[in-house]
């Protein structure tokens, strides 16, 4: 064996005397330049790259308006101005304000141009309803408190985390005096108020305790401190039977009245808090009864926030049977969308992991499980879309599937992740305009295979427009949606058997976590959340709100070529609540309408 080199690469190859050198032998860098001028990345026994990644500028005008580089080989595609594929390179910082308050750290490319954010990285910093802050990120949904508990009796101090239900303490009430006396445990409603005698005792200064009887001195004189008096009850003057009362969390003196009825008009369950500072009340022994109230609707809060080990054992079996049958309709989607299959894959390592690594409860309680839900949702409105569409030409199917291939590659940047409202809002934005691109090429599908159409000028004119408006930037609103109808309907108006309808309402689950949640209670004890202050005088269970034109949307259906029903009235306030307060009411992606 001696050494040649091979005449292509100036490599030197061992090989036999008598033989020729061969390239396929040769394991060093490849020489070779490129059609493009850059250097192969390949080895010499491998065929010269096809698609050279050096980073080089390009110079056309894009959708975003931004000059950003990309990969070489990209600047020999045809690509349109409004392709992802191109416009996922752009490194523009986004610095849109989000529905927060705080700016989007994202870029231009990774932000999809404006139409679903990076996830927020800033601190939540959200009021949790124990009264501490979350000091998680904000784009995760708020968890149980794991602060130190507050709470405190005149016995001891819980010393468990804020999250967890406090250590009942079985020792007898010390609401006791020459007036009256509880017979109640201490962690136990008491059997007779507060005391509401006049306090007997004086202050330093001689004069006369503003306070109750039984109830710290408020270090206040209505002689010696008359101005200060006068601020905190400004009608205090000519009015003897006012008592204060001291609150021990904050220092602050308030009147009496006006704190009982400051505690009773607050109906959200949170914990009552001084009405000057807001600190929570934990430890002020004259409202307990408050705060033994408001611990108990917390800890049952919580408890519909885990659920139970055998719901949580039911959804996890339902969310893997319906990842598995949503992968089985989604066979001819697979094959013409790469980043979907991913997604299945990514989905169901996350079921897994979470049931392998963290047990039942922890891993699927409540609030995990709708987030892990409402990915499978979107997946399955996607592929029922996508089947009732009935495409048939290998190119309109290439070219109505890039846009579903987007969704789940910003889907797969969710992977071990919890998903936001807010970005669950986008993906809904996007799935609606899934619905125009759909009903686009089902138009060019038509067309295929009907050219004589194709050619009539009017039909030219608005395919070349279209596709901008369905593919722009930013996000999808409804000016747009009805600009693109309208588009729509003169591109069919030469064209026999079509019909354009309006987009369908889609529903997504919302998520509901321990912060931005409203929580309360109705007449008939049964607790429910909203994240909207406007229905929160509404129980589901007992009465939800029903009208002659209230329908329950499930993922809607899009216009096909025979055309569609009429669109229905939509109200998605009942299906909302009825998971949060029932969880048993699966949210189903079949694009049906079901009156309630």
Not at 245 to 252: G, I, K, Q, T, Y
């Amino acid at each position: 064996m001696i050494e040649k080199t091979h005449p292509t690469c100036d490599h030197p190859i061992l090989t036999k005397c008598c033989e020729q050198p061969d390239r396929n032998k040769c394991n060093k860098s490849c020489p070779l330049k490129l059609p493009c001028g850059h250097p192969c990345k390949n080895r010499c026994n491998k065929p010269c790259t096809k698609k050279c990644k050096a980073i080089v500028d390009y110079t056309k005008p894009t959708a975003c308006g931004h000059k950003f580089k990309v990969n070489c080989y990209l600047l020999e595609k045809d690509l349109p101005s409004h392709s992802y594929e191109l416009l996922k390179f752009c490194m523009e910082p986004c610095n849109t304000e989000l529905p927060c308050k705080h700016v989007c750290l994202g870029t231009c490319g990774k932000c999809a141009q404006g139409r679903i954010h990076q996830a927020c990285q800033e601190r939540c910093e959200t009021r949790l309803i124990c009264g501490h802050e979350c000091r998680l990120l904000c784009h995760e949904t708020c968890q149980p408190c794991s602060q130190l508990c507050s709470y405190k009796c005149r016995h001891n101090m819980c010393k468990r985390q804020c999250g967890e239900p406090c250590i009942k303490c079985i020792r007898t009430c010390l609401r006791k005096c020459e007036h009256t006396e509880c017979t109640a445990r201490c962690w136990e409603i008491c059997t007779v108020p507060p005391c509401s005698e006049p306090c007997q005792k004086e202050l330093d200064c001689g004069h006369p305790c503003m306070g109750f009887c039984g109830d710290p001195c408020p270090l206040l004189c209505s002689i010696c401190n008359m101005q200060e008096v006068l601020k905190i009850f400004p009608s205090f003057e000519g009015k003897r039977n006012v008592r204060f009362v001291l609150l021990r969390e904050c220092n602050h003196i308030v009147e009496s009245q006006e704190m009982e009825e400051w505690l009773k008009q607050v109906k959200e369950i949170k914990y009552k808090s001084c009405p000057k500072c807001d600190v929570p009340l934990m430890s002020t022994h004259r409202y307990s009864d408050y705060i033994k109230r408001n611990l108990t609707d917390v800890k049952e809060i919580k408890k519909q926030f885990f659920g139970h080990n055998k719901e949580n054992e039911a959804r996890q079996r339902e969310l893997f049977n319906r990842l598995y049958n949503t992968r089985s309709n989604a066979t001819t989607l697979l094959t013409y969308a790469s980043n979907m299959d991913n997604v299945f894959g990514f989905l169901r390592k996350d079921l897994q992991s979470t049931r392998r690594e963290r047990g039942w409860q922890q891993a699927l309680n409540n609030c995990a499980g709708q987030m892990h839900a409402a990915k499978i949702n979107i997946l399955e409105i996607m592929v029922d879309m996508f089947a009732r569409a009935k495409l048939k030409h290998p190119r309109t199917i290439k070219e109505a599937v890039k846009h579903i291939d987007l969704l789940c590659y910003l889907l797969m940047l969710k992977q071990g992740q919890g998903i936001s409202n807010r970005e669950m809002v986008d993906f809904k934005n996007e799935l609606k305009r899934l619905q125009r691109i759909i009903q686009f090429y089902q138009i060019e599908d038509f067309l295929e295979y009907h050219s004589r159409y194709s050619e009539l000028p009017r039909i030219q004119e608005i395919r070349e427009v279209l596709p901008n408006l369905l593919f722009g930037p930013g996000n999808y609103t409804d000016k747009l949606d009805n600009t693109l109808k309208e588009k729509l309907t003169k591109l069919t108006g030469d064209v026999p058997a079509m019909e354009i309808m309006d987009t369908k309402e889609v529903e997504i689950i919302q998520i509901i976590g321990m912060g931005k949640t409203h929580w309360y209670k109705c007449l008939k004890q049964h607790y429910y959340g909203t994240n909207n202050l406007v229905q929160a005088i509404q129980c589901s269970k007992c009465s939800p709100p029903r009208t002659n034109s209230t329908f329950r949307i499930r993922p809607n259906e899009i216009s096909s070529i025979n055309g569609i029903n009429q669109p229905v009235p939509t109200n998605s306030y009942v299906s909302y609540l009825r998971y949060i307060n029932n969880l048993k009411v699966p949210i189903s992606a079949k694009f049906r309408v079901r009156r309630q």
